[in-house]
């Protein structure tokens, strides 16, 4: 086979993969619970090359990616279940279903209205699944409460996010970020009296409500928390690195230099880089 810009290609590929006898005996092997941790890891990768700005890595995860969808809809169509093709008018037809400001006779929307109009057609079509869900003797998908449907799989912080912003949409929410971070200070309080009394499991609870009551700070304040937190990794990983440089120009590792030595380095990193900015 040869290289293609045509997705066909990419199918014939999978299914040339998993011919028996003559396909990738790893291939064969796999099933829809074995590839989705990479196709988790896929999805970290696209956004790791979107944040380095590395745009011919990104043109690679992006396939990486495609490939897992291709792959999930290989083993669905061995199971009579569905092919990518299905998969394809899915989406399109939920893209044209969710825009009719753009596909249909809804014109001149604001960003607010859109999003208004986005969560009801989102609530019509989840009514309508639980019908024919209903209609088929199928049990519900969830208990039809306001945070069901919030996959528990997610990564925490993304679900803290999820998980708030359904409870803020009928209300159970903070006025503004000035409350959200009296809470902080709350939990913080909360966190230095687990501590004081040493009890893993109280500390991990208390850590658990401040990490909460952050993410729900930087919502407020309209902030990515995960954008946020990823921003300062980095960061991190920067100012460390030019903590290590300076050590290893004074021909000494880490592990051989005092706290207030990597401190001193840590604060010329900083200034280094607020003179830089």
Known sequence: MQPSRDLARLVEIMAALRTPQTGCPWDLEQDFSSVAPYTIEEAYEVVDAIARGDLDDLKDELGDLLLQVVFHARLAQEQGAFELGDVVEAITSKLIRRHPHVFGDTRDLSPDAVKRAWSEIKAAEKAERAARRMAAGLPPEDGGGVLDGVPVVLPAMTRALKLQEKAGRVGFDWNDAGAVLDKIREETAEVSEALAQGGIAAIQDEVGDLLFAA?????????????????????????FGYVEAALAAQGKRPQEATLDEMEALWGEAKRGERDAG
């Open 215 to 239: 993410v729900n700070l930087a919502r407020h304040a309209g902030v990515d928390p995960e954008a946020a937190l990823r921003g300062t990794n980095d960061k991190f990983t920067r100012r």
